[in-house]
């Protein structure tokens, strides 16, 4: 397939309620969505960076801006391109990996939509449904967060993961357990501890957690390893896991029992299904992240999840946890699950209306 234009898109979607972790607070989602136009016919994705560098180093303009004068510019140059060429094509890019993965991610969506193949069938999915979780920002106070997880147990999500930082931590996970009974719980720290909470941190041992995400800087693997040799809880990784590479030394270093995958953060759904493979292979359970994704990187993490080593709930939550009105046809919630889709491609179709009518700035035509 050889792709003629590449189109930046930029729009603002207010989130149904804030959302806090121990980075910040997010209100909308401020989201990036590559178009690419080719021979074969167009492919939609989005960039899943955020507003501002918290989570990690990319940020959505800065994605914008390397799409457009580095990663676009390469693949518009190679003639002849495969989702699997756009890796090596832009590996001269020093990370970046969220505007790669966008950029992969669209490539994949027009040569799979042309073959007439969904994502599901290109991954190897083997289920048609993936058991859903919920991630729950940090509240303002208890009765407000169990005001809000008692609304999601009532939805059906089969998970339960709470945004954790020193000062919200082992109250509101007991006040949680005690409302949701046995229902899985786990807990997320995006890098909020230090070697120094280790001690304190044991104490989440008698809440029967499925594992605890992130407690300590991403370039840390060493105190991980000294919390998992301290701590009953399986320990999780995501910032840290950028690579399949990062993903097996962590492994192999005991510093992660469980690893969430996120397919931005590594760059692209191709090597994520490498990180689940070698996963499979050393027995660690994975699930799929989420980063408040439209129904369009939606679509994909949910055909990701649908893979045989994705045996733990994901992030992958309903639109209506996220947004009042998706991008997409919505995905919605049916017994604590969401459907695979079956269509061509992502299986989704973008409203471009929507685009449209949400655009923060006029579309850029890279070619
Ligand atoms: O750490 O998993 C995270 C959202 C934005 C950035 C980082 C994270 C998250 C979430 C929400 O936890 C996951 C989701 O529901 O999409
Ligand atoms: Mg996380």
Known sequence: MSVDAVELHRIAMPLVRPFQTSFGTQTARDVLLVRVMADAGEGWAECVAMEHPVYSSEYVEGAHAVLRDYLAPAVLRAGAVRAEDVAPLTRFVIGHRMAKAALETAVLDATTRAAGMSFAQRFGATASEVDCGVSVGIASSIPELLEEVAGYVDAGYRRIKLKVKPGWDLEPVAAVRDLIGELPLQ???????????????????????????????????????????????????????????????????????????????????????????????????????????????????????????????????ASDRYFAEDLTEPFVLDEGRLTVPTGPGSGVDVRTDLVRAWATRSPELVR
């Open 187 to 317: 807990v997320d720290a995006n890098t909020a501890y230090t070697a120094d909470d280790i001690d304190h941190l044991r104490e989440l041992d008698r809440f029967g957690l499925l594992l605890i995400e992130q407690p300590f800087v991403e370039e840390d693997i060493a105190t991980h390893v000294r919390l998992a040799r301290a701590i009953d809880t399986p320990v999780c990784l995501d910032e840290s896991i950028v690579s399949c590479e990062v993903a097996i030394d962590a492994i192999e270093r005991d510093a992660t029992s469980v690893i969430n995958i996120k397919a931005g953060r590594v760059g692209g759904y191709l090597e994520s299904l490498r990180i689940h493979d070698a996963c499979r292979d050393r027995d660690v359970p994975v699930w799929c992240g989420g980063m408040l994704e439209t129904g369009v990187g939606r679509a994909a993490n949910v055909a990701l999840a649908a893979l045989p080593g994705f045996t733990l709930p994901g992030d992958t939550s």
